[in-house]
């Protein structure tokens, strides 16, 4: 699991009409190769909560609004192994998450405005045999408490 801060261009005239930022290069070294690129929108309150996948990495960017990410680490041969890491992204709060295989992701939207989520993945969506395990948002074996979250 890896967060990488992004900061947009610091010139003061771009910054009083708006930014530009990078968000992902080819010459980057986040993903292993390129699958596909989505985009998603959640509301306020809303909780996506949990997935994993076998095959595929993951890389979240979230462009507006705010969410609250949680990771859990299911990888037995991993070091953080049943280890909770808790990240929040989103407007002023640039990010890029790493998401690697083995590690249940979800989220909650905690801004009034939705989120507005891109994620690249390494595999592309295959619809007659999806690489996406389901795992209960309030799942004891996780043990993560959503509404602590404001």
Same mark, same amino acid.
Request: glycine share 6%.
């Given at each position: *699991?890896?967060? !990488?801060?992004?900061?947009?261009?610091?010139?003061?005239?771009?910054?009083? =009409?708006? $930014?530009? *930022?990078?968000?992902?290069?080819?010459?980057?070294?986040?993903?292993?190769? $390129?699958?596909?690129? &989505?985009? %998603?929108?959640? +509301?306020?309150?809303?909780?996506?909560? $949990?997935?994993?996948?076998?095959?595929?990495?993951?890389?979240?960017?979230?462009?507006?609004?705010?969410? +609250?990410? /949680?990771? !859990?680490?299911?990888?037995?041969?991993?070091? &953080?192994?049943? %280890?909770?890491? %808790?990240?929040?992204?989103?407007?002023?709060? +640039?990010?890029?998450? /790493?998401? @690697?295989?083995?590690?249940?992701?979800?989220?909650? /939207?905690? =801004?009034?405005?939705?989120?507005?989520?891109?994620? !690249?993945?390494?595999?592309?969506?295959?619809?007659?045999? @999806?690489?996406?395990?389901?795992?209960?948002?309030?799942?004891?074996?996780?043990? $993560?408490?959503?509404? =602590?979250?404001?």
């Amino acid at each position: *699991m890896a967060v !990488h801060q992004d900061i947009p261009d610091a010139d003061e005239n771009v910054a009083k =009409s708006g $930014f530009l *930022m990078e968000v992902l290069r080819d010459d980057d070294d986040l993903l292993r190769k $390129f699958g596909q690129s &989505t985009f %998603t929108v959640a +509301y306020k309150d809303t909780i996506k909560a $949990f997935h994993w996948h076998k095959k595929q990495d993951d890389l979240w960017f979230v462009a507006s609004g705010k969410a +609250y990410i /949680v990771l !859990h680490d299911l990888r037995q041969e991993s070091s &953080t192994c049943g %280890t909770t890491e %808790t990240v929040t992204a989103g407007e002023g709060d +640039y990010k890029l998450i /790493v998401i @690697p295989v083995g590690v249940a992701h979800g989220y909650k /939207v905690v =801004s009034e405005e939705p989120v507005l989520l891109f994620y !690249h993945t390494t595999e592309s969506y295959d619809q007659d045999n @999806p690489d996406e395990e389901r795992i209960p948002y309030n799942d004891p074996a996780i043990g $993560f408490d959503w509404g =602590s979250i404001a």
